[in-house]
Nanobody, 126 residues
Framework: QVQLVESGGGLVQAGGSLRLSCAAS????????MGWFRQAPGKAREFVAA????????EYADSVQGRFTISGDSAENTVFLQMNSLKLEDTAVYYC???????????????????WGQGTQVTVSS
């Protein structure tokens, strides 16, 4: 089985930074795409960022463009989310997701990924 373990969440003041990590482990497998989603209280889960494992393509939600950066270590099947200039509205549980297959056309929706992490809380305070 594939397991995704996230880390790096926490409490930060507005304007601050955090770096989330997500490591995939389990049986040897190839990853095609990796993504980050978030869910704030009372809201639906929403797309944040996605990256092809090759690093040739990345994409961001408009709300985080220019502030967040998705990167990865393809050899380790690890994906990172560097979050800068954090805002109150960035408060949410952040989930990483992985697709073994080419579902890049669906990178912005949950169906684009087969495996999900357990989530890590990010709280931005004023």
């Amino acid at each position: 089985q594939v397991q995704l373990v996230e880390s790096g969440g926490g409490l930060v003041q507005a304007g601050g930074s955090l770096r989330l990590s997500c490591a995939a482990s389990g049986r040897s497998f190839a990853v095609y795409g990796m993504g980050w989603f978030r869910q704030a209280p009372g809201k639906a889960r929403e797309f944040v960022a996605a990256r092809k494992r090759s690093g040739t393509s990345t994409e961001y939600a408009d709300s985080v463009q220019g502030r967040f950066t998705i990167s990865g270590d393809s050899a380790e099947n690890t994906v990172f989310l560097q979050m800068n200039s954090l805002k109150l509205e960035d408060t949410a549980v952040y989930y990483c997701a992985v697709s073994r297959w080419n579902r890049w056309d669906f990178r912005r929706i949950s169906n684009g990924y087969e495996y999900w992490g357990q989530g890590t809380q990010v709280t931005v305070s004023s």
